[in-house]
Nanobody, 125 residues
Framework: QVQLVESGGGLVQAGGSLRLSCAASGRTFSMYAMGWFRQAPGKEREFVAGIRWSGGTTDYADSVKGRFTISRDNAENTLYLQMNSLKPEDTAVYYC??????????????????WGRGTQVTVSS
């Protein structure tokens, strides 16, 4: 089992920044990849960014490329999402997720095994 707890969400004006964190505990040594997903009201959950725990290769949704940066601290078992130049359309609940087995693509949420409860990000115009 892997437990995930997100933090760092909040209310920010358009153009501002936020840094999300996701603390992982439990069988973290077995994690292959972690990702950030988001879900806005009335919309389906969508991929934001992902990272392979060993090696650190990353992938981003086109909508956040150049604005968001995913990173991880292996020693602290913590995942981060630095969000800059935030837009009102970034408003959503942000979830972190962990995958145990190998993933050929980081974008498929259904491939992840564990999920946090989410943290709300609200960007005002």
């Amino acid at each position: 089992q892997v437990q995930l707890v997100e933090s760092g969400g909040g209310l920010v004006q358009a153009g501002g920044s936020l840094r999300l964190s996701c603390a992982a505990s439990g069988r973290t040594f077995s994690m292959y990849a972690m990702g950030w997903f988001r879900q806005a009201p009335g919309k389906e959950r969508e991929f934001v960014a992902g990272i392979r725990w060993s090696g650190g290769t990353t992938d981003y949704a086109d909508s956040v490329k150049g604005r968001f940066t995913i990173s991880r601290d292996n020693a602290e078992n913590t995942l981060y999402l630095q969000m800059n130049s935030l837009k009102p359309e970034d408003t959503a609940v942000y979830y972190c997720a962990a995958r145990i087995g190998i993933l050929t693509t980081l974008e498929e949420g259904k491939r992840y095994d564990y999920w946090g409860r989410g943290t709300q990000v609200t960007v005002s115009s």
